[in-house]
């Protein structure tokens, strides 16, 4: 006689989320928005971005636990105020992006080679 398995089959998340009359995914998650083709990303976007949500400094620290000096420093470019190593700056940039309902990729793509041409330009003698 050949054993079968009882366990569960693990579902998806997909599958977990509530889905609407036409069948759709619903979900809590705002739409993600997009730049247009060729926009870039950079500092004075990402805080334009975050005013147009009306969030502060301190809403967006409270959601994510990056503290304010490193918001303002990406925001404001200062690349000295920010850590020397690309995880963190790509995960701030990331999880700033999320927060703000914009694409996590397209923005961290965009803004994190900055960021390199900086640390670059500075190990230059």
């Known amino acids: 006689m050949a054993k079968t398995s009882k366990t569960p089959e693990k579902k998806s998340e ?3 989320e509530p889905k609407s009359d036409d069948g759709e995914q619903k979900t809590d998650r ?4 997009s730049a ?3 926009a870039s990303f950079d ?3 990402i805080k334009k971005e975050r005013e147009k949500k009306g969030l502060s400094h301190e809403e967006i620290s409270a959601r ?3 503290s304010r000096k490193i918001l303002r420093a990406l925001e404001d470019e200062r690349y000295e105020d920010m850590p020397n190593a690309r995880v963190y700056v790509r995960g701030f940039v990331r999880c700033v992006a999320r927060e ?3 694409d996590e990729d397209e923005v961290s793509t965009s803004y994190v080679p900055r960021w390199e041409a900086w640390i670059a330009a500075r190990a230059e003698p």
Do not use: V
């Open 14 to 16: 997909a599958d977990t």
């Open 30 to 33: 705002p739409a993600k928005a």
């Open 36 to 38: 247009s083709k060729g």
């Open 43 to 45: 500092g004075a976007r």
């Open 64 to 66: 994510t636990k990056i």
């Open 100 to 102: 703000l309902g914009l």
